[in-house]
T-cell receptor, first 114, second 112 residues
Framework: NAGVTQTPKFQVLKTGQSMTLQCAQDMNHNSMYWYRQDPGMGLRLIYYSASEGTTDKGEVPNGYNVSRLNKREFSLRLESAAPSQTSVYFCASSEGRSSYNEQFFGPGTRLTVL | GENVEQHPSTLSVQEGDSAVIKCTYS??????FPWYKQELGKRPQLIID?????GEKKDQRIAVTLNKTAKHFSLHITETQPEDSAVYFCAASKGSASKIIFGSGTRLSIRP
């Protein structure tokens, strides 16, 4: 069991470039999440998906789009990267559709936007 | 929406002493409060959680208390050890909903 995997691990972009962060889980979980982590700001929810085929905005969705491709995969897209999107991005998944279930995090993607 | 505030942002304690981290939440409908630990360079992991029908929960050296009236909850670590050094995040949610909102984190350092 690999758990939650993310690619890439590191990425440097120029302002205005686009990219997609990939996330996959092999635990047959229903819910998946994307967070960003900035110093002193904790983990802020960008988007989440309570089940295959559904997505909802979190606390800081502006500048991002997501796709729940199937039950396993949940991708995060930056259409036109900005320096303010420099951050560490974590994907997470949980078994049920409610938040009572433990969230399992991926290893993170460190993104720098110049 | 829900807002979670966490204090202090940094905490340094002598090995063997106790550490307390406090959080407040704004939405009285929140009923689930997990705590996550993130070691340096690692991913966050759940260490303990509490539901609103319980006032206190304990797991070995870690305990969490909840005061629904005041809308605050706390993490207590007793007999601290070097491996307790990490960033700790509190969070709150309405359990029936998928999303949880995290606090800003507390960096705990254990002095030898």
């Amino acid at each position: 069991n690999a758990g939650v995997t993310q690619t890439p691990k590191f990425q440097v972009l120029k302002t205005g470039q686009s990219m997609t962060l990939q996330c996959a889980q092999d635990m047959n979980h229903n819910s998946m999440y994307w967070y960003r982590q900035d110093p002193g700001m904790g983990l802020r929810l960008i988007y989440y998906s309570a089940s295959e085929g559904t997505t909802d905005k979190g606390e800081v969705p502006n500048g991002y789009n997501v796709s729940r491709l199937n039950k396993r995969e949940f991708s995060l897209r930056l259409e036109s990267a900005a320096p303010s999107q420099t951050s560490v991005y974590f994907c997470a998944s949980s078994e049920g559709r409610s938040s009572y279930n433990e969230q399992f995090f991926g290893p993170g993607t460190r993104l720098t936007v110049l | 929406g829900e807002n979670v505030e966490q204090h202090p942002s940094t905490l340094s304690v002598q090995e063997g002493d106790s550490a307390v981290i406090k959080c407040t939440y704004s939405d009285s409908a929140s009923n689930y409060f997990p705590w996550y630990k993130q070691e340096l360079g690692k991913r966050p992991q759940l260490i303990i959680d509490i539901r609103s029908n319980v006032g206190e929960k304990k797991d070995q050296r870690i305990a969490v208390t909840l005061n629904k009236t005041a809308k605050h909850f706390s993490l207590h670590i007793t007999e601290t050890q070097p491996e307790d050094s990490a960033v700790y995040f509190c969070a709150a949610s309405k359990g029936s909903a998928s999303k949880i909102i995290f606090g800003s984190g507390t960096r705990l350092s254990i002095r030898p």
